[in-house]
């Protein structure tokens, strides 16, 4: 029976297999295309080796695919999107300093006056210098792929079929001032479809970068997302990364962010997700060297029926590492939720200093939580802790602001907006916290 069943679901791989193929467009010289072609295969070999997870594998059991995988896919075509609708999409502070990509393949572009030290590119040619990408000025093979946990199931999926991918690299001691907006659009077909977007981000000694990667869906119908985020920090560097996840709610979603930090690095990852039928994210953060800094910041929102993952790993390998992690869910109606923190402290990284805090809002008596915050130490010199809450509303809360003349549902939605907005207010660009702050208050308690 269990061969039986590992059969069964690797054909499910199988399928996405024989659908990836490799960039046709023209824009990549011969050597260019060879590398890519080597990752691909590479990608493709890591994942034969694999079976398409279920509920019995314990990083799994919580989150059961086969909704998506009792849905066939065809390849998502390559579209564009109308000026006017990228300028209804983009954030005010972003309208110069962007990249869209819609169903994983650049659409547009655009940058104005950037330090000199800033590329933004794609797989064809930059936007700032007009270098191509396969030349020895931007060495992209010393880092895409090439994160631990690259072989990963569906962070190898990407690998083998990624068409293109959203590239951005600050150089040595730029200090970029104007947040990068990365827009990543779905826009299904009228059968399911899927598409594979992939990020490099590579911040160089001394550079500083805030970025936004955000995903959505343009139109009706089923889509599926397999996206991967590469994010490489040398010594002294500074990113502050929001991710967040908004596509429709017939959507499939899985989403890997990889993060490898060097000396004195700082990190922060603000995550917001509220959209998808079936959402997983897997956070994982490398901490390379010594005296590095992560802070992680994660809101889920989420009704009707739908469930949303997040898995993150932080692992410190140096002393004088610390790391502040702060996850929220905020479930209604039939929703789940699920959250599995590890924090791994091997013996070699003494005066860790880590924090962790799960908590969760149930608005329903049949929303559900699953969470896990998980520690893991050798180390015999460090300061650790976790927790995790499981809450509903305060009714003397509730009762308080009606005694202050709101009714019921107003002072259920600020309470609500109250528990949301500790992550939300981490948000460094304005009009996308305003956006998402909207969003609980119109979401909650309808």
Not at 200 to 225: K, R, W
Request: glycine share 4%; with cysteine.
């Amino acid at each position: 029976m269990k061969n039986m069943i590992s059969m069964a679901t690797d054909r499910t791989f199988a399928q996405f297999l024989k659908q990836c193929s490799m960039p046709n467009d023209g824009t990549l010289l011969p050597e260019a295309m060879d590398y890519l072609q080597a990752l691909h295969d590479r990608g493709s070999a890591q994942l034969h080796e694999q079976s398409f997870p279920t509920t019995r594998d314990e990083e799994w059991r919580f989150t059961d695919l086969k909704p998506l995988q009792d849905t066939t896919f065809a390849p998502s075509a390559k579209l564009k999107l109308s000026a006017a609708e990228i300028r209804a999409l983009m954030l005010p502070e972003t309208h110069e300093s962007f990249m869209v990509f819609v169903n994983g393949q650049l659409d547009c572009a655009e940058i104005s006056n950037p330090p000199a030290g800033l590329l933004l590119s794609n797989l064809g040619l930059t936007f700032v210098s007009g270098m191509l990408l396969n030349a020895p000025e931007l060495p992209i093979h010393n880092y895409l792929a090439k994160q631990l946990g690259a072989d990963e199931r569906f962070t190898a999926l990407n690998t083998a079929g990624f068409k293109d991918v959203a590239i951005v690299w600050v150089g040595e001691n730029t200090i970029v001032d104007m947040p990068i907006h990365l827009l990543f659009v779905a826009i299904p077909g009228q059968t399911p479809t899927w598409s594979q977007p992939r990020c490099l981000i590579v911040a160089e000694a001394g550079s500083q970068l805030t970025v936004i990667e955000d995903y959505i869906t343009v139109g009706d119908g089923v889509h599926f997302t397999n996206a991967v985020t590469e994010i490489w920090m040398a010594e002294n560097a500074e990113v502050n990364h929001t991710r967040v996840q908004q596509e429709s709610q017939m959507a499939f979603h899985i989403g890997k962010t990889a993060v490898s930090q060097a000396r004195n690095s700082r990190y922060t990852c603000n995550t917001v997700s509220t959209g998808a039928k079936l959402s997983r994210h897997n956070l994982e953060i490398h901490q390379a060297e010594e005296q590095t800094e992560t802070t992680l910041n994660g809101l889920t929102l989420i009704g009707d029926e739908q469930l949303a993952d997040t898995h993150s790993t932080i692992a410190f390998t140096k002393a004088h590492g610390s790391s502040r992690q702060l996850h929220k869910c905020i479930v209604d109606d039939r929703a789940r939720a699920v959250f599995n923190g590890k924090v791994l402290v091997p013996k070699a990284a003494q005066l860790t200093d880590a924090g962790q805090l799960s908590r969760t809002l149930l608005l329903s008596s049949k929303a559900r939580v699953d969470t896990k915050p998980q520690l893991e130490i050798v180390a015999d010199n460090v300061k650790c802790s976790h927790g995790a809450t499981v809450s509903q509303l305060d009714a003397e809360e509730v009762f308080y602001l009606q005694s202050r003349g709101l009714d019921q549902t107003t002072a259920q939605k600020l309470l609500t907006y109250a528990f949301a907005a500790e992550v939300i207010n981490q948000i460094p660009v304005v009009s996308l916290r305003d956006r998402l702050a909207q969003q609980v208050r119109m979401q909650t308690q309808d």
